[in-house]
């Protein structure tokens, strides 16, 4: 896979472990481990830490195993989650340093083009992010406007009517087909 702002194309990483069952011999159940999450959150950490800290010290190798839910979205539940998401912040972080030691060194060309590079990243992950937010809101908004004539009781055999053919009405399709009508 090719890089966005690089030439190379290596595929080094990490690969999970195969099994995905709970080893034998963790002795952490799913509530020590959330605990835990919240007690490293609340010292400041980010989930990528928290994760590290808690494969190498406590043995847990996937949270999402033992626990269920992911480690942002555990501290989703509990109000804890970063306010924006890890990569985004490390790239702003990344160019506020960028900026910083191009106040001191204005000559510095290729800083300048690494800035550039580093904050059209930032632009298209935003962007991402704002689309998704988006999308989140549209179907939230959407659930919330079903009429419940779509949705018979239970029991009964009635089919729902059918629903209307504008472009709003394939989006408000394909969001109700996910729902399983009772038979």
Partial sequence: MGRMHNP???????SIPYRRSVPTWLKLSGDDVTEQICKLAKKGLRPSQIGVILRDS???????????NKIVRI?????MAPEIPEDLYHLIKKAVNIRKHLERMRKDRDGKYRLILVESRI???ARYYKVMLYYY????????????????????TSLPPPLPSSRKGIIFRQLVSCYVLPK
């Fill in 8 to 14: 190379g194309k290596g595929i080094s990483r990490s």
């Fill in 58 to 68: 406590h043995g847990v190798a996937q949270i999402r195993r033992v626990t269920g």
């Fill in 75 to 79: 501290l989703k539940a509990k109000g």
């Fill in 123 to 125: 632009h298209r992950l």
């Fill in 137 to 156: 809101r549209r179907t939230t908004l959407l659930c919330a406007m079903i009429p419940p004539v779509l949705f018979p009781p239970p029991g009964s």
